[in-house]
């Protein structure tokens, strides 16, 4: 499971004393990594990636320099990928070094804390001289607030309901764990979860998993891949039911969103919620049936949600 960014910035900085936080900031063009990645770099550790190559050297021997020098503390400085660094992305991106210590532990216990809880969060880098002002707030920055470099949001984790702990479920946590989701994890069955999973990840051991549907917040996301196809179905048409879930996937194929639909019918769900169903599940483009690929043509789709074309998620087709 990987570390959020600012715990890991505070045992870098208890091991190391300081630390460089690196931020993409304003881009323009094709950039390796989007706006607001983070990147930790110590004078012996590293943790996360900006994108790597010639533009992540750079900037690793800039942010170790600036650790050597005790009166620096900042710098906001812009990269031309394609004439400076001869990287073949060609756009251009401004890099924001901030260095780190013991004193800015409040600010990072408190992004820390909003990550933790879902929240919504901004970050302001304001620069006087040589120093900066590292600020954590609400949504974004109140009226008035001087002059500063970026600010960045953080999305809250979006709410995810995974049913069944089989080997389709866990290869899917194994994935989703290092992403953007809150998810309530729930099967009858205890033997079948892993020791462990990402902090991110609630394991729910549950004889009555269609119970968990109404509980789940408005806009969730439910994923179904149980050990049985009526439970499917019942999970399913509780989730459809509500009118309300950001993406319904059920695995399975043609044949078995056919027979859904005939349970639907004689359970009186109505055709327009049907036809919300993702069934079969996963990316299209991502071909293959092992669970291990499944897992990554689920987690694909996910990411693709909040894309203006979501004609490829509510599928009719035989995979």
């Not at 990594?33 to 004078?43: A, C, F, H, P, Q």
């Not at 170790?64 to 031309?80: H, N, V």
């Not at 210590?101 to 620069?127: C, W």
Request: charged share 25%; with cysteine.
């Amino acid at each position: 499971m990987t570390e959020f960014w600012a715990e890991k910035a505070k045992r870098m900085i208890a091991a190391e004393h300081q630390v460089t936080l690196v931020t993409v900031g304003q881009a323009k063009g094709s950039i390796p990594r989007s706006e607001g990645t983070k990147m930790l770099i110590g004078s012996r550790a590293i943790f996360g990636t900006i994108g790597g190559g010639n533009l992540e050297f750079q900037v690793m021997e800039q942010a170790r320099r600036m650790l050597a020098e005790p009166e620096k503390t900042c710098l906001y400085q812009a990269y031309a990928l394609g004439p400076l660094l001869k990287q073949c992305c060609g756009g251009s991106v401004k890099i924001l070094l901030e260095k780190m210590d013991k004193r800015h532990f409040p600010f990072l216990d408190q992004v820390e804390k909003a990550h933790n809880n879902g929240k919504a969060y901004g970050m302001i880098s304001a620069t006087g001289g040589d120093q900066v002002d590292k600020r954590y707030v609400d949504h974004k920055a109140p009226d008035g607030y001087p002059d500063h470099l970026e600010e960045w949001v953080e999305p809250p984790a979006r709410p995810l309901y995974m049913f069944g702990a089989g080997h389709v479920g866990r290869a899917t946590a194994k994935i989703l764990e290092n992403l953007n989701f809150k998810v309530c994890w729930i099967d009858g069955r205890a033997d079948e979860f892993p020791d462990q999973c990402g902090d991110n990840i609630e394991k729910i051991i549950s004889e009555d998993p269609v119970s968990y549907v109404a509980q789940a917040p408005k806009a969730s996301i439910f994923l179904v891949f149980t050990h049985s196809h009526q439970l499917d179905y019942e999970i399913t048409a509780a989730a459809l039911g509500r009118g309300d879930a950001a993406y319904c996937g059920m695995i399975g194929s043609l044949t078995k969103r056919k027979r859904f639909e005939l349970f639907c019918q004689h359970e009186g769900l109505r055709d327009a919620a049907i036809a919300k169903l993702t069934c079969p599940i996963g990316l299209d483009q991502v071909a293959g049936k092992s669970p291990q690929v499944i897992a990554v043509a689920v987690a694909a789709e996910l990411l693709s949600l909040d894309k203006k074309d979501k004609n490829k998620i509510y599928k009719n087709k035989e995979t």
